[in-house]
């Protein structure tokens, strides 16, 4: 429908969206589409006029403001703040769904008023959210959080400190910010300083020179050379014995080091990122950390978030990692299988659910995995329960009773889901509708 009361835009403005290479556009406080540049044609185009649309429904193909839908929206918080506002979202593309970094700007009139807002997306290459055989996945809020940090922190020099419970994928965060910084042309030079104790912690990490100890019969090259114009990923932090720490301190300190039994000073040149799944500040309080080191390495704290928090993004990750750990024989995880993962808490998180894809790949001479295929303790919690034992042991609800039915059967039956429609007495469509209930719950 024609809109007569659309502003006018200055013709400096329209000139100034073709400048940006990647999708651009200016908005209305409305959330109303009022001009775009060809990128963002290209990008968000579905052979329909973009103008007057609204900006949440051409990439997000929402009904309503994102904001309200539960999302941070920038262009909401622009107009609330009055400041340039930027945010990661999901947003539709091409190429289907894409973690996109979206920065919000307000355009002031003479008398100091927002009249306009200038969107500008730029793809994120870091973090997939549809399966993927390698890399970052993941979709839910807390995970887009995470991916939104590392996207701010990334391009700058600052030392990042990853927190978190083992197992939740600190390696490949510090990854990630590696490829998304000015070093990713260099080496990622990792170290497990749970390995590293205090007879070799000066060796491994400076090296040392020929002659310097009993069995140094040639110079050695440390760590720190080694990540020369490129990083150094520190594990587990924590675990460095309190003697060595003042040693990494003045590395940090000064940018130079030496080699076990060599005079001459070396410049140190990384980017340092560490982690660790210890509290720091606990161990600072107990004395077992040192308070000057734990600010040196504090600048930017990454709080990862367990399996549990993240849970939505399970069938994602499973899927994913199933792709890694099957090859070419290209394995599926049941229904069954699924609602047995759902249920169960995952105290190791990401790295204990691909040891249970990996040993259900093994055991598996099919092309599904089924609940038999997982651990014992995986069908013992929640709902899945009955799939490993007797189905009646206690007075239950009607729908738990239908629903544990639903999964046994799954979890047994051979042929496809129309022939288990006609088993069990319900149509195809009923039955689909009961499974999607299922695994929305």
Same mark, same amino acid.
């Given at each position: ?16 969206l073709?400048?940006?290479?990647e ?21 968000y ?21 994102c ?22 979202h ?7 769904e ?24 730029r793809?994120?290459r ?19 959080k ?5 996207q ?7 030392t ?25 042309n ?28 009993t ?12 990540a020369r ?8 932090i924590?675990?460095?014995p309190?003697a ?7 590395l940090?300190e ?36 040192r ?9 930017f ?10 849970s939505?993004?399970?069938?994602? $990750? ?9 090859? *070419?024989? !290209?394995?599926? %995880?049941?229904? @069954? &299988? #699924?609602? /047995? $993962? ?9 790295? *204990?659910? !691909?040891?249970? %894809?990996e040993r @259900? &790949? #093994?055991? /598996? ?5 089924l609940?038999?295929?997982?651990? *014992? ?6 709902? @899945? ?41 319900l ?15």
């Amino acid at each position: 429908m024609p809109h007569s009361n659309l502003p006018e835009i200055p013709a400096e403005l329209l000139s100034m969206l073709d400048v940006f290479v990647e999708p651009a556009a200016l908005l209305g406080a409305d959330y109303r589409i009022l001009a775009t540049n060809h990128a963002y044609r290209r990008t968000y185009g579905d052979g329909h006029s973009l103008k007057t649309r609204f900006c949440y429904e051409v990439s997000h193909h929402y009904a309503i403001p994102c904001d309200q839908a539960g999302e941070n929206c920038p262009l909401r918080n622009a107009l609330e703040s009055d400041t340039a506002q930027r945010v990661l979202h999901l947003h539709h593309t091409p190429n289907g769904e894409e973690h996109v970094d979206v920065e919000m700007t307000p355009i002031r009139d003479t008398e100091g008023n927002i009249r306009f807002l200038l969107e500008r997306m730029r793809v994120s290459r870091l973090a997939s959210p549809i399966p993927s055989a390698g890399g970052l996945v993941g979709r839910s809020p807390v995970f887009n959080k995470v991916l939104e940090l590392v996207q701010r922190v990334a391009p700058s020099e600052s030392t990042v400190l990853l927190l978190g419970e083992s197992g939740t994928g600190k390696e490949l965060i510090a990854q990630a910010v590696h490829e998304a910084s000015v070093r990713r042309n260099g080496p990622f030079v990792p170290v497990d300083c749970t390995g590293l104790t205090e007879t070799l912690f000066e060796s491994e990490l400076f090296g040392h020179e020929k002659g310097s100890f009993t069995g140094a019969q040639a110079r050695k090259f440390g760590l720190v050379e080694a990540a020369r114009g490129g990083t150094l990923f520190l594990d587990e932090i924590g675990e460095i014995p309190l003697a060595q720490q003042v040693k990494l301190l003045r590395l940090l300190e000064s940018g130079t080091f030496r080699r076990v039994g060599g005079i001459e000073p070396q410049k140190a040149d990384f980017r340092l990122i560490c982690a660790t799944h210890r509290d720091l500040k606990a161990m600072v309080e107990a004395g077992t950390f040192r308070r000057d080191l734990y600010y040196r390495i504090n600048a930017f704290p990454i709080l990862l978030p367990s399996l549990s928090e993240r849970s939505e993004d399970l069938p994602l $990750l499973a899927e994913s990692l199933l792709q890694r750990v099957s090859g *070419e024989r !290209r394995l599926r %995880l049941g229904d @069954a &299988a #699924l609602a /047995c $993962l759902r249920s169960y808490s995952f105290p190791g998180n990401i790295r *204990e659910l !691909r040891n249970i %894809l990996e040993r @259900a &790949a #093994l055991l /598996c001479d099919g092309k599904v995995i089924l609940p038999e295929h997982l651990p *014992e303790e995986c069908c013992l919690d929640g709902e @899945a329960r009955p799939l490993r034992g007797a189905l009646f042991g206690e007075v239950i609800p009607l729908e738990d009773v239908e629903q544990r039915y639903l999964l046994w059967a799954l979890a047994r039956f051979q042929g496809d889901k129309r022939a288990l429609a006609e088993q069990l007495g319900l149509s195809e469509r009923t039955l689909y509708r009961k499974l999607r209930e299922l695994r929305e719950k």
